[in-house]
């Protein structure tokens, strides 16, 4: 069968043999993982870490000739524990040279206790989702209580699921979309605009539009920072989302240098994040950093602490929001039961 | 669908928009991979890793509270890139408590041009089969040219794959097996001769079946030497396949000490292969190593080279084994074309 139609006499006697691991594709986790789900998972992945109930993640990166491969794994406990390995192939020149997604990749969800695979589900929502996630959290506790006007610069694949979990978490009334590319910000806003109700600008003057937010999200894949210091006016809550390797770059080491900061992880965004650059340029060290979110989630240290102090968030994403991502959509396919099986042990 | 039969229209219909990738069992990798396609394709990894043609393959460990999940990862070019991460659970207790295989996992194949999934399966045939051909790469060029006898010593679930490995390589006539469970040696010699047709025995006398073998290899897992010195009559080959971790050895390091060691990768072994407890105990360094088994191949170092000396291979599996199986059965897959396949980004 060289048109890729499933063999079904062979497929079903095998699966039928045992239960088998869950097969799900992007639109599968879509379907079965809402942000608020997402958002409570992550949230409470980030607690457990701070509470240092969670073993160290793990990464693992093979460069390829026109990109590479990156491995997270990571354990958490939920009602069970669970590991996940999310396996992404990231090839920047993927749209242009083969008509691909940039970023591809499958997570495999295990039982810890046995071992055995529960999931193989695609990677790209659960990656979407669980970095939106992140934002929304850091956002719960860092950004101020009265939001209204959210900047999203970087109108690409983590744009739209970067609003909608920021919608979950604080009601805002417009929405600023920057990007580069003015076709992609003008898509976004129009689709975006349909689907929430709330009123979308494609923007162009990022000064202005930066002054005039009070949550700001960058999603790029810049490798120069863009969003300087002056450009934030007090009381703003940034999120430098598209930093997640030591080339990419979103934010003024100056900017995270004279704000409070907080990572997802230092050790990693020490390595990969914008924290990264701010240290390479000998503007602020790891000792500089407030908290990592997990401690804020925990209240082992404080969020924000006025209406006037500039917020931080380095965003590297982690394995740990792979893992709870990936358990939430395993729990609901269960529940529902209808998704395909297949048993590799057959 | 709680009985875990497939949702034949939701999987239809899913995968019926792109080619997806292959999905295969056990079974599967077992009657689309020969020993000899096998043998090939590991001999071929192993000699472009030594010619500098294959960069570095990755490991990543995460222990659990009953075990661990490993994960190895590696990039090879066949006729096209190829990369695989193969995510193993190893739990030493399944069998006892949970009726389950000790080890348990899938290898993931991409195309490493674009990244794209190309095949999710069982890593336990991989894994067996991977392991087997490298044993009988070294044999071939490690063992005496006339070999008539080989002992397997660990009659579980590799020894199969071991044996038939071997007889591609070499015209063994008669086989020992020895495990410190009567129940399996006596089992295994009795399923094996029967499909090799040729005399299998189960021994208990460890000493003097050792002394009456050309070929020895270990498959168990032994966390304390039992292959002495003293035992090994000159002239024999040696394959150490049972330790994989730095917990588990089998040959005793005076016996790496005085042979001729081939490595599968020297700083693997290094740390976690028999080599490991050799060093730990003082009796030899890494550099007594005599050459990897890829530089045997490709004819950078020389294998056997008298009648007498005694050879012994540290394996320790390496991920170059993995994606040279896994590539060699997708295109196995492929030729055949009755594979189920998954559309992951769908």
Known sequence: MSDGIV??????????????????????????????????????AF???????????????????????????????????????KTNANFPHNSARHGLPTIQGVVVLCDAVTGQPLAVMDSMA?????????????????????????????CGAQAAAQLRALFRVRGLERIQA??????????????????????????????????????VVTCTTARRWFIAREMVRPGTFVAGVGADNEDKQELDPALLASSKLVTDLTEQCTAIGD?????????????????????????????????EEIIVFDSSGTALQDVAAAAAVYRRALAEGGSPRFSFNA
Do not use: N, W
């Open 275 to 307: 924290l990264h650059h701010a240290v390479v340029a000998g503007v602020m060290s790891a000792s500089d950093v407030h908290a990592q979110l997990g401690e804020i989630v925990a209240g082992l240290k404080r969020g924000r602490e006025s209406e």
């Open 7 to 44: 063999s079904i006499s062979s497929f079903t006697s095998v699966a039928s043999r045992s239960a088998g691991a869950f097969l799900l594709s992007r639109s599968d986790v879509e379907r079965l993982l809402t942000p608020d789900e997402c958002i409570a998972a992550v949230e409470d």
């Open 178 to 215: 920057y990007d580069r590319d003015a076709e992609k910000s003008h898509g976004f806003a129009a689709a975006l605009g349909a689907e929430t109700r709330v009123p979308i600008t494609a923007v162009t003057d990022l000064p202005a539009a930066v002054a005039a937010s009070d949550v």
């Open 126 to 154: 659960i990656t979407a989702l669980r970095t939106a996630a992140a934002t929304a959290v850091a956002a719960k506790y860092l950004a101020r209580r009265e939001c209204r006007t959210a900047l999203i610069c970087g």
């Open 47 to 85: 607690r457990q870490h701070a509470l240092g109930k969670v073993p160290p993640p793990g990464i693992l990166g093979l460069p390829a000739e026109d990109g590479g491969f990156h491995i997270k794994a990571a354990l958490l406990t939920l009602e069970r524990p669970y590991f996940a390995a």
